[in-house]
């Protein structure tokens, strides 16, 4: 898969994650079948400006500082599930079934 592809895969996957859901790094990689976390976030850097960026977290919930204000301010909106400033990942994962994926 070229680099264009794994893009294009990513964003695909990111545009279909419901509102007030989120999916990791990881498991956008894992998804995918190729990369990894750090794959998927330099397409979220270089890309993820037209997409529901907000909804692609670290494993732990957070996501960079510079990003975090915004994010909270969206997660609020589409009520995502939070717990001391981060999401929290267990709630608010997409589960295979709604993620269509």
Do not use: N
Request: proline residues 8%; charged residues 25%; glycine residues 12%.
């Amino acid at each position: 898969m070229a680099s264009e592809e794994f893009a294009a895969a990513v964003l695909r996957i990111v545009e279909a994650i419901p509102p007030g859901h989120v999916m990791t790094y990881g498991l956008i990689a894992e998804e995918i079948g190729r990369g990894g976390p750090r794959q998927v976030g330099g397409v979220m850097a270089r890309d993820g400006h037209g997409v529901p960026w907000w909804r692609v977290v670290r494993a732990d919930g957070s996501l960079p500082a510079h990003l975090v204000l915004d994010a909270q301010r969206e997660w609020q909106r589409e009520g995502t599930p939070v717990k001391r400033g981060r999401v929290d990942v267990v709630r608010a994962v997409v589960p295979p079934d709604v993620s269509g994926l």
